[in-house]
């Protein structure tokens, strides 16, 4: 079965420091990755995908995620980080043909 | 382009009362759909999904439904809700596998379910 581990609940960081978020997967299919991100009461928004070719993904927003496939890994990253970036993460990998598997989420807070 | 329309955006409903929640999505034919909640604090946990009309495949067993009467209709229901339905419930769309096996969900706005 499919599944991902957020290795952390929440982030907190400053104004215009580098940030990463950590996922790994579980994977015994093709492995199609993705992050989301979701605002204060609203859905999830695609951030980036990895689907096949280069290992790194760029998405919108100034993020990047490298995906490593020896260490079934697929972390965030923003090298400057804004007030406006603070929100809850999701990762999720492709659960069979039809769904998608979500980890628990990692609430970023950015501090001025 | 495809939308995708939930309601209502809030609702605040008594335990053992009835619920329906519709969400449709426009600009695109014969999508999935699919309904996530979203607990307080947790990540996101599929209760349906839909390949398509009259197509429903239930993912844990609850105290939920789900229908499909059209193609881009989907709704979820309840006879008698409980205080642990509460949540934040999302619809999602995608392109189906025949026409995109990798595309990403596409969610709606959501709706905050309080059971008092």
């Known amino acids: 079965a499919q599944s991902v581990t957020q290795l952390d609940s929440q982030v907190p960081v400053f104004e215009e420091a580098p940030v990463e978020l950590r996922c790994n997967y579980s994977?015994?299919?093709?492995?199609?990755l993705f992050w989301y991100v979701q605002y204060p009461n609203q859905g999830l928004q695609l951030l980036l995908k990895?689907?096949?070719?280069?290992?790194l993904v760029k998405g919108i927003n100034g993020f990047e995620a490298e995906f490593n496939k020896s260490q079934t890994s697929f972390h965030l990253r923003k090298p400057s980080v804004h007030i406006s970036d603070t929100a809850e993460y999701f990762c999720?990998?492709?659960?069979?043909?039809?769904?998608?598997?979500f980890g628990q989420g990692t609430r970023l807070t950015i501090n001025p | 382009s495809q939308t995708i329309h939930q309601w209502p955006a809030t609702l605040v409903q008594p335990v053992g009362s009835p619920l329906s929640l519709e969400c449709t999505v426009e600009?695109?034919?014969?999508?999935?759909l699919y309904w996530y909640r979203q607990a307080a604090g947790r990540g996101l946990q599929l209760l349906f999904y839909?390949?398509?009309?009259?197509?429903i495949s239930s993912e844990v067993p609850q105290n939920l439904s789900a229908s499909r009467p059209q193609d881009r209709q989907f709704i979820l229901s309840s006879k008698k809700l409980l205080l642990s339905d509460s949540g934040f419930y999302l619809c999602?769309?995608?392109?189906?596998?025949?026409?995109?096996?990798?595309?990403?969900?596409?969610f709606g706005n959501g709706t905050r379910l309080t059971v008092t």
């Open positions: 994977s015994s299919v093709s492995v199609y």
């Open positions: 999602a769309w995608r392109k189906t596998p025949t026409w995109g096996a990798n595309s990403p969900l596409h």
């Open positions: 999720a990998v492709r659960g069979g043909a039809q769904k998608l598997v």
């Open positions: 600009g695109t034919s014969n999508p999935n």
């Open positions: 839909s390949v398509g009309i009259g197509q």
């Open positions: 990895y689907l096949s070719g280069s290992t």
